[in-house]
């Protein structure tokens, strides 16, 4: 049973001169319970602002448009009122920098039981009890639950983070960034923390990031966003060894190898500006394989293998080829 | 590397069309109601007090009327306890008052603006001792000082205005300290530090620039106290007494038994004018502030009033 | 020969070393940079109660004996993790902070030695390209006059229009091209590749002959990332100049670099050629550093080598090898020995690591 069904999230922002922004453009997802999904893409792509919407954090100049169904019903039809009961008790989100956004003149306790105790979860001594738990399950002594954050180091607020987002047992873990500022060590801890309590937990977790290797290590699927839409969806094998979009592939391939030898590539370009029309294919522009259709036709997200979707009008070319069978071969 | 440079030629396509050189402080005008008002305000009677000689309808040194003669056609707004005009009294009062609070304020810019920059850019040694500074100044209470000076020195108009502006520099001077100690912490001065680049060529090519909009801004606001400290200091009898100033306006007013007279127009009209010029001064000021300030500029925005949209051209369970 | 020897005695390598070559080879010139032992220390505030207390003074060891040498056209590259050293060796050896003691030599000449008045001049041929792109130009400063800027605090060229083609000519070794669109634009008008570019446009102006880029492209998207990292590979290859580069980021070090000296606690744990530290690597932190980077082939399912915990804090350096607490291999003996760097093997013989083990 589909755990989180996204149909067709769009978001504009009202910009000071009185034209809109386009942030978020059509994403639609599925999320089984304990699957484990990525939604990549570089700065400015929606991603971040497509997790917010999720979990109704838009902030009073954003309009939003489309529907999350959570077990079969969608949350956000009466607005507010629909989405708050389910905030932290069914979805619950890190956000980007989460270490640095701990109140400083909280003890890290007193800042897991609140959520806690606002929810009905637990209160008072079963709610402290219930803290302490959780700092150990993240890997933090129990007894630390009376220190300041300031006390913590980087990698310890971060899993009090963790802690926090799960203080009420939700269902769905939203995680924006949850690594980026943190030493190379220290990432691998946390994400395979992570991973170990998405596993023990049964807990679904979406990884927001725009680093490609972490995504490949921690999902089994993932979504590649750019200006806006998805433009590839895919198990994490096909998107690395059978991307169906240039800009996936080209992204893999700007990402250098600790081993490989291969030229690291950049993307020449910059991604479109989303408060004006979009004629055609976003990424024509920079893209190295991009042909006369392209820069009069959206794509749209086409099914190009098993759970595996690209929009792409490349993927038609192959098609039409295939179609004919062994008719253009060499021989 | 040819990919490189190709990388950059395209990326021309998404640079926003080149900014039209604007003036910060216009484009803050322009921005806000408040601001145009409070500018208005402050630019009415600087325009009154400079053409003052021109446009004053009578001379303040000749009777032209009866004493204490009320509000009237002839005279717009009576005239006080010697028969002069109020309302030319009011314009040369404006202009003195007005010269007075520019120029106190302007010693007190200099000094203020001083003292922060060296205290906030040195630091250490040269920051403890100017603070200690500053905070001797701050403890002093304003107005019995002024007295005591005003006393011991004579009541000239120069004298006021160095008095004035000696006690208005600390609430400055601690302002631009406490943000040219942030500036001084920003990669781009830390940079020009590696460059080589010496103390005052940072000060003034790096520093004075982005501390800039803040001195106007606390320059405008100290203008208004200015105005009411040399009103206050008029009243209390220690003013110039050549000098024509709303606050001696207010002083004779009461002194010449314009109360007991009933004539208020003596007395409220220059108190008028002395509240409309520090508002003014105020709006401006909090005007400039706020702009300066980027996180004030996003404190309407919070979650939770998202508006819902319906789907464009479909229907509520479409895909 | 004997005649020979006093006039080379400067430079030549010392006797017995190197007796197998052709004893009339040209001796090395000096590198472009040659850091020796070099200690920086902070002291941590004591407070008035401390003053009072009168406890000792503390004193972060933040660089810890380090020593390296980097020669013109050369990359070498500082990789750690933080709290490793490697932002303060580098403003220590921009002279940003002093030196507790140790020497950086910069063409043969000891710039610890100097007063500030007498590093000025010198601070033309050394320049720093920083992280923040952001942050790094002042905002109010157009492109073109911040990349000018270098030049007029130096004094150099008192023509306007020279100067104008010199900054020009940066541009477009930098990628800023054509130079016309950006020169006049703001910061904030441009991307973050674009800044950046801007940036190293102004440090090439006074023509430097070494380049300290400190986490140069870990603000930027990934697709901007090779453009950057390319184009300053580039400067050093066809320029004379030499690139520290710092970064946390061991894969971009791996592709890069020269050559990779990788950091713990203030002191270097292994050096060598970049191939041959990442692929050959002989000291645990290395090895486990190397395991935990994240690998883009999903398929690529190698064990990551998790260390537990965190680096510990600069104050309290462990005793013996500051890594044994951590160390998955660790013995006894490691807690009272303090490893120093030696070659591990003789067919990588300018690949060193400090562990007793190897």
Redesign the interface.
């Known amino acids: 049973m589909t755990l989180l069904e996204v ?2 999230i ?1 978001v ?1 922002f009202d910009l000071p001169e009185g034209n809109q922004l386009h942030a978020v453009q059509g994403v ?1 997802f599925d999320l089984d319970p304990g699957e484990r999904m990525g939604l990549v893409g ?2 400015g792509c929606g991603k971040t602002t497509t997790i917010l919407a999720v979990m ?12 999350v169904r959570l077990d079969g019903e969608n949350i ?2 009466g ?2 009122d629909t989405v ?1 009961p389910h905030r932290w008790k069914d979805i619950s989100m890190i956000f980007q920098g989460a270490m640095n956004a701990l109140n400083p003149v909280k003890t890290v306790g007193t800042q897991i039981v609140e959520p806690m105790e606002l929810h009905g979860v637990a209160e008072g001594n079963a709610a402290k009890l219930a803290a302490g738990e959780l700092l150990e399950l993240v890997g933090i002594p129990a007894r630390a639950a009376a220190r300041y954050p300031h006390e913590f ?4 607020r971060q899993r009090a983070a963790i802690a926090m987002a799960l203080a009420c047992q939700p269902k769905i873990l939203l995680a924006d960034e949850p690594t980026t500022a943190l ?7 946390i ?2 923390l992570l991973v170990g309590l998405a596993q023990d937990l049964g807990l679904a977790l979406i990884l927001v990031t ?5 995504v ?2 921690v999902c089994e699927r993932a979504s590649v966003m750019y200006a806006g839409k998805i433009i590839e969806i895919g198990p ?2 096909e ?3 059978n991307p169906r979009h240039p800009y996936t592939r ?3 391939a ?6 490989g030898d291969e030229e ?10 989303l408060d004006r029309d979009i004629v055609g294919c976003p990424f024509q ?2 893209c190295d394989s991009a042909f006369d259709r392209c820069s009069v036709e959206l794509p749209e997200l086409k099914s190009v293998g098993v759970g595996h979707e690209a929009a792409c009008h490349l993927n038609d070319l192959v098609e039409a080829t295939a179609g004919r069978g062994g008719e253009g071969g060499l021989g | 590397m040819s990919q490189a440079i190709q990388a950059v030629d395209s990326e021309n396509l998404s640079l926003p069309p080149p900014r039209k050189k604007g003036n910060w402080f216009w484009d803050i005008i322009k921005g806000s109601t408040q601001a145009k008002v409070g500018l208005g305000v402050i630019l009415f009677f600087t325009i009154l007090g400079i053409f003052a000689p021109w446009i004053e309808p009578y001379s303040v040194h000749q009777q032209s009327g009866a004493v204490f003669c009320a509000p009237s056609a002839k005279h717009w707004l009576g005239c006080d306890d010697g028969g002069i005009d109020m309302v030319s009294l009011l314009i040369q009062g404006g202009r003195i008052s007005l010269i007075v609070g520019f120029c106190a304020t302007f010693v007190a810019m200099v000094i203020g603006g001083g003292v922060g920059i060296v205290s906030g850019y040195f630091g250490g040694g040269t920051d403890t001792f100017l603070m200690r500074i500053t905070d001797y100044f701050l403890v002093i209470p304003d107005v019995p000082l002024m007295i005591v000076l005003a006393t011991l020195f004579g009541a000239k108009l120069s004298i006021i205005i160095l008095v004035i502006g000696v006690l208005l520099w600390t609430g400055t001077a601690r302002i631009i300290r406490a943000e040219v100690k942030s500036l001084r912490e920003r990669v781009y001065v830390r940079r020009a530090t590696a460059l080589g680049s010496s103390n005052s060529r940072i000060i003034f090519r790096h520093i004075l620039p982005q501390v800039g909009p803040l001195l106007i801004a606390n320059t405008v606001l100290t203008i208004a106290i200015a105005i009411f400290d040399e009103t206050a200091l008029s009243f209390l009898g220690l003013g110039d007494p050549t000098a024509i100033t709303w606050g001696k306006i207010i002083e004779f007013g009461f002194l010449r038994t314009a109360v007991s007279a009933g004539a208020w127009w003596a007395i409220v009209p220059a108190g008028i004018c002395v509240a409309l010029v520090i508002m003014g001064c105020y709006w401006l000021g909090q005007a400039i502030e706020d702009a300066l300030n980027p996180r004030l500029k996003v404190a309407h925005l919070s979650p939770r009033t998202f508006q819902m949209r319906p789907l464009v051209g479909r229907g509520s369970d479409a895909l | 020969m004997s005649q020979d020897l006093p006039a080379q005695a400067a430079t030549a390598p010392p006797e017995g070393e190197g007796a197998g070559d052709a004893p009339d080879e040209p001796a090395k010139p000096s590198p472009l940079l040659e850091v020796r032992d070099l200690h920086t220390t902070y002291p941590i505030r004591r407070g008035m109660i401390g003053a009072i207390r009168r406890r000792p003074h503390q004193w972060v060891s933040a660089v810890d004996g380090v020593s390296f040498s980097l020669d013109r056209g050369e990359m070498v590259a500082l990789v750690g993790e933080s709290g490793c050293g490697k932002t303060s060796t580098a403003q220590t050896m921009l002279r940003m902070v002093d030196s507790k003691s140790g020497s950086i030599l910069v063409n043969g000449q000891d710039i610890t030695k100097l007063e500030h008045k007498e590093m000025r001049p010198l601070r033309k041929s050394i320049q720093m390209i920083y992280q923040d792109p952001y942050e790094s130009l002042d905002p109010r400063f157009r492109v073109g006059q911040a990349i000018e800027e270098p030049m007029l605090i130096h004094h150099v060229e008192g023509n306007d229009e020279k100067r104008h083609e010199i900054v020009v000519g940066a541009m477009v070794r930098a990628g800023l091209t054509p130079p016309e669109l950006y020169i006049d634009r703001y910061p904030h008008e441009l991307s973050g590749g674009q800044r950046q570019r801007a940036a190293i446009a102004a440090s090439l102006v006074l023509d430097p002959e070494l380049l300290v880029a400190d986490e140069p492209v870990s603000m930027l998207d990934v697709s901007v990332r090779a453009g950057i990292l390319t184009l300053l590979d580039g400067l050093r290859r066809t320029g004379k100049m030499g690139i520290v580069m710092i970064t946390h980021d061991l894969s971009t070090a791996a592709h890069f670099a020269d050559r990779i000296a990788v950091m713990y606690l203030g002191r270097i744990v292994e050096q060598g050629p970049a191939k041959q530290v990442v692929r050959n690597p002989q000291h645990p932190y290395t090895k486990a550093l190397l395991s935990v980077v994240p690998k883009r082939d999903p398929r690529d399912r190698s064990v990551p080598q998790i260390l537990q915990g965190e680096t510990p804090n600069p104050v309290n350096i462990p005793p013996g090898c500051r890594f044994h607490p951590r160390c998955p291999v660790a013995e006894a003996r490691c807690q009272t020995i303090d490893p120093q760097l030696h070659v591990v093997t003789s067919d990588e013989p300018e690949h060193e690591a400090a562990c007793i083990l190897v």
Do not use: C, K
């Open positions: 149909r067709d769009n504009w639609s570089e700065s109704g954090l838009l902030p009073a100049n954003a309009q939003l448009a489309g529907e956000l039809e607005g507010e708050r180091s980087g990698g310890m030493d190379v060590m220290v990432q691998a801890q994400l395979e725009h680093d490609l290797p972490v490949a290590q994490m094998d998107l690395f060894h080209l992204l893999f700007a990402t250098p190898d600790l081993y690291v590539l950049s993307i020449p370009g910059t991604p479109p500006r522009p920079r």
